[in-house]
């Protein structure tokens, strides 16, 4: 396995490998020496008595008192443990990797006053798959992700639980059995721990992640609907969105025909000359969707590679410069933007679903095959729309809103982790819907003999084998949820391409 180096631009497959434990991080020569040296500036400037924020100050609406030179390790460590006040269910493990690696990301630019000795203990977590118990819940997304961090930062000092190799252990635990002990925060080290953007990241990443294999997952979906439908190919002709040639769009009109491709529905000789909008303008949806996140990656990219924490040391001055680069607004207004494009993914699938079951374009009302006697997919819809409606809710901005905190020292906060946390649950909720639709899909053309083309009846034969068709009505929740674990473990197209 080749590692990854920290300070290399990465693109979202290498991201998507840190998620599942798949990469080994390191820290390059040159940027171990750059982090020393930053070390070395800081602690000449505290030998010098120079009175930087957090370094030995103390916090928030505290920072104009000062800490004497004795107290600067104790004032780090209280630092993790007061700020530790996070609540909620705990982030997932894929999300609590990307939080690692991001943060030692951060470090390893050098600007942060750190030790390469810390950087290394975190490294270890990573290594070895350590993962600290870290409640979703209680960053304003402005003075950096406060408590996520602090949660994420207590395995380093010994306190809190890490889950490893499948045990739950106490992080005193973890450092004996490796022969190694816990950390001892010097001047700065806490604050440069907990200041920064890295629980908004990783919730973004592991977002990104998410809707890249939706992106593909939507244009499958949706081109089975529509051959299930017996749409009309026209809307998706090459020379058609040579017109209006947004990227995405003009994406999705190819993945499209490439999905239709050999389909013996897929012709102009039909009666009718118009689809309903949710087939037609398919390329429109979900390619405007596509290129937000397109934008929305290149800022999340943009941010795995910055200093977010907070002061800013620089080597050559020697100077520290209190900043706001925790600030997260830049991920909170985009991630508000992409949970409007990533519920617009769920919103036109159900139109389709819907489609689908009324009873239209030779099909059987609902898909059942005796109608009456049974319900068939009608309350899938009705699921379908909840989610939905669930999403509208969810895909509210959180950035438009903002609450004052530290004795009005940070009065004006982000949100983005409300917003970050959202888009993730939007994400899922869209993950579910297109699995209705999927299995809405499959159903509709076997009721109708429709035959989906290669591709799609090869996709189809394999979800088949997971989950057998039914003459008749069937445990709806059962099969809605084979539907969701095909989706979610069927390989489609690589994630670099998606956006």
């Not at 700020?83 to 630019?109: D, F, Q, Y």
């Not at 890249?212 to 749409?231: K, N, P, Q």
């Not at 209006?244 to 491709?261: D, F, L």
């Amino acid at each position: 396995m080749n590692a990854l180096n920290l300070t290399a631009e990465w693109t979202l497959s290498h991201w998507q490998r840190v998620a599942l434990g798949d990469a080994q991080l390191q820290l390059a020569q040159a940027d171990r020496e750059a982090v020393a040296a930053n070390r070395l500036v800081l602690d000449r400037g505290v030998e010098e008595g120079r009175i930087v924020y957090g370094v030995n100050t103390g916090f928030g609406a505290l920072c104009t008192t000062a800490v004497e030179r004795q107290d600067l390790q104790k004032l780090q460590r209280n630092l993790i443990i007061s700020h530790a006040a996070g609540s909620g269910p705990l982030a997932e493990p894929a999300i609590v990797r990307l939080m690692l690696a991001a943060k030692a990301r951060n470090l390893a630019l050098g600007h942060s006053g750190v030790r390469p000795e810390l950087l290394d203990a975190l490294l270890v977590l990573v290594q070895e798959d350590a993962l600290p118990e870290v409640p979703i819940m209680g960053s304003l997304g402005a003075s950096g992700d406060l408590a996520p961090l602090a949660h994420l930062s207590l395995a380093l000092i010994g306190e809190g639980f890490v889950h490893h190799r499948g045990q739950r252990k106490s992080a005193t635990q973890f450092w004996a059995e490796l022969g190694l002990t816990p950390q001892v925060l010097e001047a700065k080290e806490g604050l440069a721990l907990i200041n920064g953007t890295q629980f908004m990241q990783a919730v973004g990443f592991a977002s990104a992640i998410k809707a890249a294999a939706i992106a593909h997952w939507a244009d499958a979906v949706g081109t089975a609907s529509l051959l299930a439908y017996d749409g009309m190919p026209s809307p998706f002709e090459e020379r058609v969105h040579a017109l209006r040639p947004h990227h995405g769009q003009v994406a999705v009109a190819r993945s499209v025909r490439t999905w239709a491709e050999g389909s013996p529905g897929w012709h102009y000789g039909k009666a009718h000359v118009q689809d309903p909008y949710s087939f037609r303008c398919m390329p429109q949806v979900h390619g405007a969707s596509r290129d937000a996140w397109s934008h929305a990656l290149g800022v999340l990219r943009t941010e795995s590679c910055s200093v977010t924490d907070n002061p800013l040391i620089f080597t050559d001055s020697g100077d520290g410069v209190s900043a706001g680069h925790f600030h997260g607004q830049p991920l909170a207004l985009v991630f508000d933007y992409v949970k409007i494009a990533s519920a617009e993914w769920g919103s036109i699938s159900e139109r389709r679903i819907n489609q689908l079951c009324l009873g239209k374009r030779g099909l059987p009302m609902f898909l059942a095959a005796d109608s009456g006697v049974e319900s068939g997919l009608m309350i899938v819809q009705y699921a379908a729309a909840a989610l939905v409606s669930r999403n509208k809710q969810r895909a509210t901005p959180a950035s438009a809103d903002s609450i004052d905190s530290s004795a009005g020292q940070e009065d004006h906060v982000s949100m983005g982790a409300n917003a970050a946390t959202d888009l993730y649950e939007v994400l899922g909720n869209v993950e579910r819907i297109l699995a209705m639709e999927w299995l809405c899909a499959v159903q509709a053309s076997e009721r109708s003999d429709r035959n989906l083309g290669p591709k799609l009846e090869a996709f189809k034969a394999s979800f088949r084998r997971e989950f057998a068709a039914s003459p008749g009505d069937y445990y709806a929740h059962e099969a809605m949820e084979a539907a969701l674990h095909f989706v979610q473990t069927q390989a489609m197209g690589g994630l670099d391409e998606a956006f």
